[in-house]
Every structure is written in C-alpha cells, then in structure tokens.
C-alpha cells in the first residue's frame, strides 16, 4: 500500500530513534500535498530514510508512530499487536473465573498510540483518542472478537468525547459488533455494574483494582471514608475487608446510584454503608473526625499543563482537610491521576499539607498504576497515576 511521506527536519531525529512515538509539528519540514487527518503515514528522515509509520494529524503531535519497522497498517496488524496484549494480560494472571475485568489495550504502553480498550467480560469498550484510531476502529473490532480465547462478541465505540473536537469527526457511541448483553462484570470476585453506555471513560476504572486490593487488607473493624468514589469500587472492597462501616461521597447522584447498586450486588441489605451526593469539600468541612480510613481520589485536577499550579493548589487543600480530620492512627489514601502532575509535585503538595497539619506522618506505599496499564520504556509520558498510602498519628 502506499503512503504519503512526512518529512522531518534536519536534527528532528533524535527521539524517534530512541522509539518515542510521538513526532511534533515543529520537527516537520514539510507535508505531502492534500494530506487528511487521521491518514496513515511515512515518516522520513532529512535525508530520505524510513523512520516509521503512523497517524497524522493537527496538532502539536503531528503524527503518533505505530511501528518503526516498514509494514502496512492493517487489520492484520492490529490483529498481531491485539493478540500480543491479550498475552501479556494472560502473562499477569487477570484473566481467571473471579475477574474478567481489565485494560487490555493502553495507547503507548501497547504500542497502540491514541488507543485505549477495557474489557468486561465479553464486552469490549473502545475508546480512540486520534483520528487515525477513529477510521481504524472497523478493523480493530473485527480484530479483537477473533484473539483466540478471549471470547469477546460485543465492541462497544465510546469516543464522543475523546476525540479532538477540531477534527469535526462527529462520532458515535455504538456498538460496532454485537450489542447489549450484561452490565455486570467482576473483579477479584466482587461484581459490579458498568454504565459504559453513560459513565466516565469506559464505565469503571480498571486502574485502581490493586489499589483497592490493597484496601482491602487495611480496612478490618475501621470506619471508611471514600470521597470521589464514582461507582464505589473502593467502598465494597472495604466492606469485604470487614470495615466496621463506609461511607461514600461522590457531587454526583447517578454515580452514587450507581455505588448503591454495586453495594447491594455484593452486600445485599448492609447496613454498614451509606451513600451521599455531596461536594466534596462541603462533606469534609461538616464531617466529624470519626473516620480512621480515608481515600481521596478526585478526577484529575489538571488536565493540561496551565492548569498545574492551580492543581497542585487543589491536591494540597484536599489532603490538608484530610489530615485535619482523619482520627488518631488513622491511614489515608490520596491518588492523582493528572498526567500533567509528576510523582514528586504530588508528593510535594501532600507534604505541605502534612506540615500545614503539624501531624506524624509517615508513607506505608507509594503506588502507581497496574501492569495492565504498562508503561512503554521509551515513553515516560505514560506514568500518569500515583498514590501514597499514610499512616497519620
């Protein structure tokens, strides 16, 4: 098949061959006539030589590399690339009868860039993030309903808001393949709805499920508070670690619905656990200090990065009401998952925040996201999670 070539600059080289994916606009010398968004590409050197094959389009990242080696982009290659995530998931042990819940595809770290695809149960969420993943999304279904094993006969489309909006792209949530069957998938065990249809991203969030593991093992006879809970992933999993009681905050009603719901599918009739729909700052200000297990979750405070110093601002305030409240021998769970946030400007702001509140402090964990969420090697840019786990005198 032939492609039309993009040409680099003299000197622009560099990162790309140390395989970073991403080439800038400012590193093109020049563009090949009549050029579309979303088209598949070759990258050339100065001087003529092949780089790689990737997506173009508008934008600081010009083009997202999907291989340095000459091949052609089709559905035989995403069905390799499909196949070789499917292994890695199986390498790590998430695919088993207590949870079939899990990220199978994450944009760099599968080597996929501008793709993301969660799977639950037999259902697969497909979210493109670039225009060339949007036109491919037909061949990527057709792919991944045939990885042999994994028993996928439903690819649900959810782009609608993770596409450029200059691309006038206008995409649809729907299913490609298949349609309908359950909402409810499972993990480590514990069921749960996913509102893939409605909800954020695709509907849960994969990423935290060692964290909430972890959880688990803290919350014996304490009483849980998990502020920006979402669909309550945490709050059920305190409940199987025998919390004495947990209360879930979230400003949306829908998601404590939906927390409700997943509480009563696993814990029918509990009455350890109360739901409310509240702003967060609001509940923390009025509660009383009975907590002694708090998670702080938010959405990410800083989605670009303007908007660090006012996010950093955010995480500092947030946790300093933490430790103000949080009891005696209490422990606190305090995520971001703001890419545009470092590992050491969180762990900054929670510091001043534990000075601000003149407590002991100490770290028990610092985490991260999980395997299946990798992290290519030759694309830092993909650590976008980070939490610390305290344990407050």
């Known amino acids: 098949m032939e492609y039309k070539s993009i040409t680099l600059k003299r000197g622009k080289e560099e990162s790309l061959n140390r395989f970073h994916p991403w080439v800038f606009s400012g590193a093109v010398a020049s563009l090949p006539d009549g050029i579309e968004e979303g088209e598949t590409v070759i990258v050339n050197n100065n001087d003529g030589s092949f780089i790689g094959t990737g997506h173009y389009q508008i934008g600081s990242i010009a083009v997202r590399i999907l291989t340095f080696e000459d091949k052609v982009i089709d559905e035989d290659f995403f069905s390799e690339r499909l196949n070789a ?7 790590l042990n998430l695919i088993r009868d207590d949870n079939n819940a899990f990220r199978l595809v994450h944009g760099e770290g599968d080597f996929l860039p501008g793709l993301i695809i969660d799977i639950y149960g037999n259902t697969a969420v497909l979210q493109a993030h670039s225009p060339g993943m949007h036109y491919a999304r037909n061949m990527i279904a057709n792919a991944l309903v045939a990885i042999d094993g994994a028993g996928i006969r439903n690819v649900y489309y959810k782009s609608e808001t993770t596409l450029p909006y200059k691309a006038q792209l206008d995409p649809q949530n729907d299913y490609i393949i298949g349609s309908y069957e359950t909402n409810i998938a499972m993990e480590n065990g514990l069921k749960f709805h996913v509102d893939w249809l409605k909800g954020q991203k695709t509907g849960f969030f994969v990423d935290q499920r060692d964290n909430r593991s972890l959880l688990e093992h803290y919350a014996k006879g304490r009483s849980v508070l998990n502020m920006f809970c979402y669909t309550g992933g945490f709050s059920f999993y305190a409940m199987r ?8 905050v979230d400003s949306s009603s829908k998601a404590i619905a939906l927390t409700n719901a ?3 599918l696993n814990f029918p009739d509990d009455d350890r656990h109360k739901a409310f729909a509240e702003d967060a700052f609001k509940f923390l200000n009025g509660m009383d200090n009975r907590y002694d297990l708090i998670i702080l979750d938010p959405p990410a405070f800083a989605k670009h990065r303007s908007a660090i110093k006012n996010a950093l601002i955010g995480y500092r305030k947030l946790n300093a009401k933490a430790f103000e409240k949080i009891r005696s021998g209490g422990i606190l769970f305090t995520f971001s998952c703001s890419q545009a946030i470092n590992k050491e400007q969180f762990r ?5 925040a534990a000075a601000q509140s003149r407590r002991k402090v100490r770290i028990l964990h610092q985490l991260t996201q999980p395997a299946d969420h990798p992290i290519s090697i030759y694309h830092p840019e993909g650590e976008y999670l980070k939490g610390l786990i305290l344990y407050v005198e």
């Open 241 to 248: 670690g025998g919390a004495s009681l947990v209360h879930s």
């Open 262 to 264: 997943n509480v009563e």
């Open 348 to 352: 900054l702001a929670v510091f001043s």
């Open 85 to 91: 995530a499917y292994q890695l998931r199986r390498t």
